[in-house]
């Protein structure tokens, strides 16, 4: 079955404590990988896509990579207004516009 | 220019009623999808509608249907409400339709079934 897989479920960080957010898929015929961000009662902001290993995109303090098993989302230095849950979703072919998501990473940035 | 806009944003329903969300996509966008988001659960795809076809259904019951409109607005309908078709409806539209494409999600409706 097809799977995409976020970890951990929530990271409390100081500001300034860079971590990761990871991704991990299970699915065959991989088309594209997404990084969203959700903020409470709004709907999911585009972040990044990768399309293939190797790949690396970088926004501000985010930076996403991609394996053939797994996605990274390193966060530099993070600030208060970073506090949001990241989603991961992933295009692999189904049916069209089909994105499969992760469950997603809640992260709290205290000041 | 205005994103995706979705109406209402909060709707309470009880066990059997019917439901209809809708959605007017970014201008010029062609594509239409809905997802369902349960508290704690990233969003579940429902059905994308390109060009007024339906191009994609999840696994979602025959309770759920959807259309598409000229102007490219869309509707989501969902008959017989169940308890456990509370959730927030999200709708997102993106410019071709063509995967892999970023989609462009609204704020969501906020459906509470009593």
């Known amino acids: 079955e097809d799977q995409v897989t976020q970890s951990p479920e929530a990271l409390r960080l100081q500001e300034g404590e860079s971590s990761s957010l990871n991704c991990s898929y299970t699915?065959?015929?991989?088309?594209?990988l997404f990084w969203y961000r959700q903020d409470p009662g709004k709907g999911p902001e585009f972040l990044f896509t990768?399309?293939?290993a190797g790949e690396e995109k970088e926004k501000e303090r985010l930076k996403a990579t991609l394996t053939k098993k797994e996605s990274f989302l390193h966060i530099t230095a993070p600030k208060p207004e970073d506090s949001a849950t990241y989603l991961c979703?992933?295009?692999?072919?189904?049916?069209?516009?089909?994105?499969?998501f992760g469950k997603g990473t809640k992260l709290s940035v205290k000041p | 220019d205005a994103g995706v806009t979705q109406s209402p944003t909060h709707l309470i329903k009880t066990r059997g009623q019917h439901v209809t969300l809708r959605c007017s996509p970014i201008?010029?966008?062609?594509?239409v999808s809905w997802y369902q988001q349960v508290l704690g659960q990233g969003p579940q795809f429902i059905f994308q509608?390109?060009?007024?076809?339906?191009?994609g259904r999840g696994n979602f019951p025959d309770r759920f249907s959807a259309r598409q409109f000229p102007n490219y607005s869309s509707e989501l309908n969902v008959n017989a409400l169940l308890l456990g078709d509370s959730a927030l409806y999200l709708c997102?539209?993106?410019?071709?339709?063509?995967?892999?494409?970023?989609?462009?999600f609204g704020s969501g409706t906020q459906l509470s079934v009593l």
């Open positions: 997102a539209s993106s410019p071709s339709g063509m995967v892999p494409e970023k989609l462009f």
């Open positions: 699915v065959s015929g991989l088309r594209g």
């Open positions: 990768l399309y293939s």
């Open positions: 979703a992933v295009d692999y072919g189904g049916s069209q516009g089909n994105l499969i």
């Open positions: 201008s010029g966008h062609k594509s």
């Open positions: 509608y390109y060009e007024k076809e339906e191009r």
